[in-house]
T-cell receptor, first 114, second 115 residues
């Protein structure tokens, strides 16, 4: 089992360009999440999808959109990239249920915006 | 506004020593406290977690101590090994939110265990 797969692993964009980060999980999890990780800031939740067909904003949603394509896939879109969005982006998934369901993370997409 | 404060930012420990990482939270709705471990180039992975109905949880060399009245919890790594060198994140969440598992993470501690 691959777990949570993120593509691409690395990407460089110019300011104003758009991009979609892809995430797929093969664990049949209901819930999926997008985080960004910045030095000294920890991981911050951008958007999450508790179950197929639902999406909700997290702590830092501005400048991003998401699509829960099906139960396996959850994409993150930057419509007009800004240098402040340079970060490492992590996708995660978990069972739907109480908060003690562990989240399983992918290995991240390293995004640089010039 | 950082709802979960983590310290220290970095930590160097000798092999065989004890590593201690501390976290404090503000939101009294939090009632589940996991720790995640992250190796370079990888995503975080759940290490150990605790609910506030116990004051301590131990799994092998890893122990969480929890002080509900002080709203603080800490990770202790006994007999630290070079393979423990990683970044550690504390986190917190309510157990029941009606949907999703919205973790609030601390800022991370970079641990290096030297020979």
């Amino acid at each position: 089992n691959a777990g949570v797969t993120q593509t691409p692993k690395f990407q460089v964009l110019k300011t104003g360009q758009s991009m979609t980060l892809q995430c797929a999980q093969d664990m049949n999890h209901n819930s999926m999440y997008w985080y960004r990780q910045d030095p000294g800031m920890g991981l911050r939740l951008i958007y999450y999808s508790a179950s197929e067909g639902t999406t909700d904003k997290g702590e830092v949603p501005n400048g991003y959109n998401v699509s829960r394509l099906n139960k396996r896939e959850f994409s993150l879109r930057l419509e007009s990239a800004a240098p402040s969005q340079t970060s490492v982006y992590f996708c995660a998934s978990s069972e739907l249920g109480p908060g003690d369901q562990p989240q399983h993370f992918g290995d991240g997409t390293r995004l640089s915006i010039l | 506004q950082q709802q979960v404060k983590q310290s220290p930012q970095s930590l160097i420990v000798q092999k065989g020593g004890i590593s201690i990482i501390n976290c404090a939270y503000e939101n009294t709705a939090f009632d589940y406290f996991p720790w995640y471990q992250q190796f370079p180039g990888k995503g975080p992975a759940l290490l150990i977690a605790i609910r506030p109905d116990v004051s301590e949880k131990k799994e092998g060399r890893f122990t969480i101590s929890f002080n509900k009245s002080a709203k603080q919890f800490s990770l202790h790594i006994m007999d630290s090994q070079p393979g423990d060198s990683a970044t550690y994140f504390c986190a917190a969440t309510p157990l029941f939110t009606g949907g999703g598992n919205k973790l609030t993470f601390g800022t991370g501690t970079q641990l290096k265990v030297e020979l």
